[in-house]
Nanobody, 121 residues
Framework: QVQLAESGGGSVQAGGSLRLSCATS?????MAWFRQAPGKEREGVAR????????YYADSVKGRFTISQNEAKDTLYLEMNSLKPEDSAMYYC?????????????????WGQGTQVTVSS
């Protein structure tokens, strides 16, 4: 079992920055951040294959967001810069143990409760 707890959300003006954290207990091979805005489908934002450190970003956030894990391997981060109003959403941390060598695209088993990000223009 993997338990995930997000924090770090809040309100910020366009162009600002936020760093989301996801405290993790239990091991995982692949982790990701998703977001869901009201009335929209959940979308994958960034994911990381932990053993290799390989990352993947959605086009909408590429160059602005960075996913990383701390050295203790118990916290996942999402550094968000140059925020836009369209980045406003509930952000979720997710984890998967299916394979050490690849992520199953955006298919994840374990989920956190989410943290709200609001970007005003």
């Amino acid at each position: 079992q993997v338990q995930l707890a997000e924090s770090g959300g809040g309100s910020v003006q366009a162009g600002g920055s936020l760093r989301l954290s996801c405290a993790t207990s239990g091991y995982a091979y692949c982790m990701a951040w998703f977001r869901q805005a009201p009335g929209k489908e959940r979308e994958g934002v960034a994911r990381i294959l932990l053993f290799y450190g390989a990352t993947y970003y959605a086009d909408s956030v590429k160059g602005r967001f960075t996913i990383s894990q701390n050295e203790a391997k118990d916290t996942l981060y999402l550094e968000m810069n140059s925020l836009k109003p369209e980045d406003s959403a509930m952000y979720y941390c997710a984890a998967d143990r299916f394979s050490k060598t690849y992520c199953r695209d955006w298919e994840f088993t374990y989920w956190g409760q989410g943290t709200q990000v609001t970007v005003s223009s």
